[in-house]
């Protein structure tokens, strides 16, 4: 069973970090583009940053440029996310998807998912 697990989310004052990770279960991360996508209340999930199974990487988002990374640890089977420096916009749920193909913004194009993670940016 192919599964996507999220980790890492959490509550963090504003400009702090947090790493979240993506683990997978019954398939190989590494043949896969993985992107990480969040949704807040009463909007739409916003494509971030994607990472190829080259390990290539897009952004998806001008709001996270310069603050946030994608990263994979194929011997892990994980990718993560590196968040700095956060802003009380960035509080959303995030989730992991994969992708056979490679990177793309939209999550429909995107078969597996995690069940996502909260992050709540807060003083």
């Known amino acids: 069973q192919l599964q996507l697990v999220e980790s890492g989310g959490g509550l963090v004052q504003p400009g702090g970090s947090l790493r979240l990770s993506c683990a997978a279960s019954?398939?190989?991360?590494?043949?896969?583009?993985i992107g990480w996508f969040r949704q807040a209340p009463g909007k739409e999930r916003e494509g971030i940053l994607c990472?190829?199974?080259?390990?290539?990487?897009?952004n998806y988002a001008d709001s996270v440029k310069g603050r946030f990374t994608i990263s994979r640890d194929n011997a892990k089977n994980t990718v993560y996310l590196q968040m700095n420096s956060l802003k009380p916009e960035d509080t959303a749920i995030y989730y992991c998807a994969a992708r056979a193909s490679g990177c793309g913004g939209m999550a429909v194009w995107y078969k597996y998912w995690g069940q996502g993670t909260q992050v709540t940016v807060s003083s």
């Open positions: 990472i190829s199974s080259s390990a290539g990487s897009t």
């Open positions: 019954g398939f190989s991360l590494q043949y896969y583009a």
